[in-house]
């Protein structure tokens, strides 16, 4: 089993939907979770770090569940530019952060 | 200010050859880490290196090597090549080795193994 999975989607929605990513983890040592959205054979760009209370930057906002071992991250009011991979990571204090393989999310017109 | 910088851009190597990836952190990282992403797969930890030393290994095989020098910056050196090696090698730092520390990325090297 992966330490960090994913649905890889592809999630296709149309302009100004409202989308939801779940990222489930297994390893408990990890400490830190982060959203970084990888466009096509570019580098991940950080998107957001994820906050047990939960946090929200602009249209996105990121959750996480200790106990349940899950993050998930919602876009509202989709955007063609939103069109990206997005990863999941989780980050232990042994300095090794492990990324899921990746949500795939196609806004159409 | 600088980002993450990585070279060279493309690397195109036959198999049995060594190759040598090299990464600039940010200005004041410490902590640089080396990912593997084969086309069309998620990024696999290769390494961790901070202040230095080698703090961290993933499941790779030992042809899998690199170091960090005194100005942070980072060399990953993949010796006898073999196809499967062909991969965006992805170079990250961060400020230091706390688990909330974000990571950045550089551009990656594309590694194709002829």
């Known amino acids: 089993r992966k330490e960090v999975e994913q649905d890889p989607g592809p999630f296709n929605v149309p302009e100004g939907a409202t989308v939801a990513f779940n990222c489930t983890y297994s390893n408990s040592a990890s400490q830190s979770f982060f959203w970084y959205r990888q466009d096509c054979r570019k580098e991940p760009k950080l998107l957001m770090s994820v906050y047990s209370s939960g946090n929200e930057d602009g249209r996105f906002t990121a959750q996480l569940n200790r106990a349940s071992q899950y993050i998930s991250l919602l876009i509202r009011d989709s955007k063609l530019s939103d069109s990206a991979t997005y990863l999941c990571a989780g980050r232990s204090n042994a300095g090794k952060s492990t990324f899921g393989d990746g949500t795939t999310l196609t806004v159409k017109p | 200010e600088a980002g993450v910088t990585q070279s060279p851009t493309h690397l195109i190597k036959t198999r049995g050859q060594q190759a040598t990836l090299r990464c600039s952190p940010i200005s004041g990282h410490t902590s640089v880490y080396w990912y593997q992403q084969a086309l069309g797969l998620g990024l696999q930890f290769l390494l961790w290196y901070d202040e230095g030393e080698e703090r961290n290994r993933g499941n790779f095989p030992p042809r899998f090597s690199g170091r960090q020098f005194p100005n942070y910056s980072s060399e990953l050196n993949v010796n006898a090549l073999e196809l499967e090696d062909s991969a965006l090698y992805l170079c990250?730092?961060?400020?230091?080795?706390?688990?909330?520390?974000?990571?950045?990325f550089g551009s990656g090297t594309q590694l194709s193994v002829l």
């Open positions: 990250a730092s961060s400020l230091g080795q706390m688990s909330n520390e974000k990571l950045f």
